[in-house]
């Protein structure tokens, strides 16, 4: 299996809260609808949750701000992903998330990786 891994910072004008809701509530749907043409396994949304103990924590390992959420989707391989492999339906289907996309996440600001699971405990 891989992961993508997509570091979610929210666009400046939409809160914490806008941002969670539209991810959960708009977003998260739309992946749903797009998983089988796009060959997702897995899809699941982490919502930041805001503390005093997360800033603490922050704050001691001279962490940078912190992400507002962070999507992890599995895939096969990296051939599911790959764009020379992807079907018509794969190809319309990413387009309509990556516009969707650009509604609630700051794209510029997060990153995007590809990992590969090991457990250690």
């Not at 809260?17 to 796009?38: I, M, N, S, T």
């Not at 992400?67 to 895939?75: E, N, Q, R, T």
Request: glycine letters at 4%.
């Amino acid at each position: 299996m891989v992961r993508v891994i997509f570091c979610l910072r929210r666009l400046p004008a939409l809160s914490p809260e806008e941002f969670a809701a539209y991810w959960r509530d708009v977003h998260g749907p739309l992946d749903r609808q797009h998983a089988e043409a796009l060959g997702i396994r897995r899809y699941e949304q982490s919502h930041t949750m805001p503390s005093d103990a997360a800033t603490a924590l922050a704050a001691v390992r001279g962490a940078p701000e912190p992400f507002d959420g962070v999507a992890s989707l599995w895939f096969d391989d990296l051939e599911s992903i790959a764009p020379a492999s992807l079907t018509p339906a794969a190809r319309s289907a990413a387009r309509a998330l990556l516009t969707d996309e650009q509604r609630f996440i700051d794209l510029a600001r997060s990153p995007i990786w590809l990992a590969e699971d090991l457990t250690v405990v």
